[in-house]
């Protein structure tokens, strides 16, 4: 049997394993891969893995990291995404051009024992949060959400400051953002590939339910998002990612980009999404071997030095 190009590092469900088949019936070898204790001379034996739970399962990060130096290339790149949260994505959105919801960054509630306060907090301008001056920035209501959050994880919409202040109260030490609330018209997630490839669905965050419906963009709207999506992709550096937007008056708000393991079951998502995302990750997964492209790894801020860290 050929030597395996593709691993596969992900619990055993239908994703990975369409993607194992998938790629078979391409002529591509691929297996799930195997990962125990590392030694620092092993060689990866992949030339792409797609990662699935790195997220969840510290021990595969450094690996994944290891891998990527050895010219394996990673999907998604655990450089990026386990270095992003949600502020950073909404400051480089904002750079971009795409629209956002007006935003702050809090201070914490409660912190590390190894803070001693007051007075290791003494670079905070506000010890105590002046919420009249926040509130007054975004307005209300407002969503109040972690900056690393997850599947709706402490996500609160407040309608009054006596409310946003109890939530606040009990968000311990969750990193919070206080946002602008966005009264949508209709709510749209989009599967993004390769930074390229965009799939916009009709989505029912009420429900969480995806809609399938081939009509429920008009053609501007549709080619603005899509536009904006690969924008927001291409410099995040995420090979698959969802990107959601809130669309009020006709303007797409950008509300959560940093989904780098969207949720794929096909009961959730539908057959129809599903083969598409199979099918593009494929693509994907060729355009990058028969491209000879690798992952991008803090070896090119040495090796080229108008890049600091
Ligand atoms: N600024 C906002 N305006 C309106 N609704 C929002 C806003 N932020 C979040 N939501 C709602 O809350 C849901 C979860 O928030 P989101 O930012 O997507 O966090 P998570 O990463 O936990 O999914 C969104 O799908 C949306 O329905
Ligand atoms: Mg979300």
Same mark, same amino acid.
């Given at each position: 049997? $050929?030597?395996?190009?593709?691993?596969?590092?992900?619990?055993?469900?239908?994703?990975?394993?369409?993607?194992?088949?998938?790629?078979?019936?391409?002529?591509? %070898? &691929?297996?799930?891969?195997?990962?125990?204790?590392?030694?620092?001379?092993?060689?990866?034996?992949?030339?792409?893995?797609?990662?699935?739970?790195?997220?969840?399962?510290e021990f595969y990060r450094p @690996?994944?990291?290891?891998?990527? *130096?050895?010219? &394996?290339?990673?999907?998604?790149?655990?450089?990026?995404?386990?270095?992003?949260?949600?502020?950073?994505?909404?400051?480089?959105?904002?750079?971009?051009?795409?629209?956002?919801?007006?935003?702050?960054?809090?201070?914490?509630?409660?912190? #590390?024992?190894?803070?001693? %306060?007051?007075?290791? =907090?003494?670079?905070? $301008?506000?010890?105590?949060? #002046?919420?009249?001056?926040?509130?007054?920035?975004?307005? *209300?209501?407002?969503? *109040?959400?972690?900056?690393?959050?997850?599947?709706?994880?402490?996500?609160?919409?407040?309608?009054?400051?006596?409310?946003?202040?109890?939530?606040?109260?009990?968000?311990?030490? #969750?990193?919070?953002? *206080?946002?602008?609330?966005?009264? @949508?018209?209709?709510?749209?997630?989009? @599967?993004?590939?390769?930074?390229?490839?965009?799939?916009? !669905? $009709?989505?029912?965050?009420?429900?969480?339910?995806?809609?399938?419906?081939?009509?429920?963009?008009?053609?501007? =709207?549709?080619?603005?998002?899509?536009?904006?999506?690969?924008?927001?992709?291409?410099?995040?550096?995420?090979?698959?990612?969802?990107?959601?937007?809130?669309?009020?008056?006709?303007v797409p708000y950008a509300i #959560?980009?940093?989904?780098?393991?969207?949720?794929?079951?096909?009961?959730?998502?539908?057959?129809?999404?599903? !083969?598409?995302?199979?099918?593009?990750?494929?693509?994907?997964?060729?355009?990058?071997?028969?491209?000879?492209?690798? $992952?991008? !790894?803090?070896m090119e801020s040495w090796s080229?030095?108008?890049?600091? &860290?």
């Amino acid at each position: 049997m $050929s030597k395996p190009l593709v691993g596969i590092l992900a619990p055993k469900n239908a994703l990975p394993e369409a993607l194992l088949q998938a790629l078979k019936g391409r002529g591509i %070898a &691929c297996e799930w891969c195997k990962v125990g204790p590392w030694s620092l001379d092993q060689a990866c034996p992949y030339r792409v893995i797609v990662d699935r739970i790195g997220h969840v399962y510290e021990f595969y990060r450094p @690996f994944l990291k290891a891998a990527a *130096l050895q010219g &394996c290339y990673v999907m998604n790149n655990p450089f990026w995404f386990l270095a992003d949260d949600k502020f950073y994505n909404y400051s480089l959105a904002r750079k971009l051009g795409v629209a956002i919801p007006r935003t702050v960054l809090l201070p914490c509630k409660e912190y #590390d024992e190894r803070v001693l %306060a007051p007075d290791d =907090l003494h670079n905070l $301008s506000q010890l105590e949060i #002046d919420w009249v001056e926040v509130v007054g920035k975004v307005g *209300l209501p407002a969503i *109040l959400k972690p900056y690393d959050g997850y599947g709706w994880r402490e996500v609160h919409r407040v309608d009054t400051v006596e409310q946003l202040k109890a939530i606040y109260d009990e968000s311990m030490m #969750d990193v919070m953002m *206080l946002q602008e609330f966005i009264d @949508f018209e209709h709510y749209v997630r989009c @599967f993004v590939v390769g930074g390229k490839w965009v799939l916009p !669905t $009709s989505y029912d965050p009420t429900q969480r339910r995806y809609v399938v419906d081939h009509d429920h963009l008009t053609p501007a =709207l549709g080619q603005r998002i899509d536009e904006e999506c690969r924008r927001l992709n291409q410099a995040l550096g995420y090979d698959i990612n969802t990107v959601e937007f809130a669309i009020r008056d006709g303007v797409p708000y950008a509300i #959560d980009f940093m989904n780098p393991v969207p949720d794929a079951r096909p009961e959730v998502i539908s057959w129809l999404y599903f !083969t598409w995302l199979v099918d593009r990750i494929c693509d994907h997964i060729e355009e990058v071997i028969n491209q000879g492209r690798v $992952s991008a !790894t803090r070896m090119e801020s040495w090796s080229n030095p108008q890049v600091v &860290c």
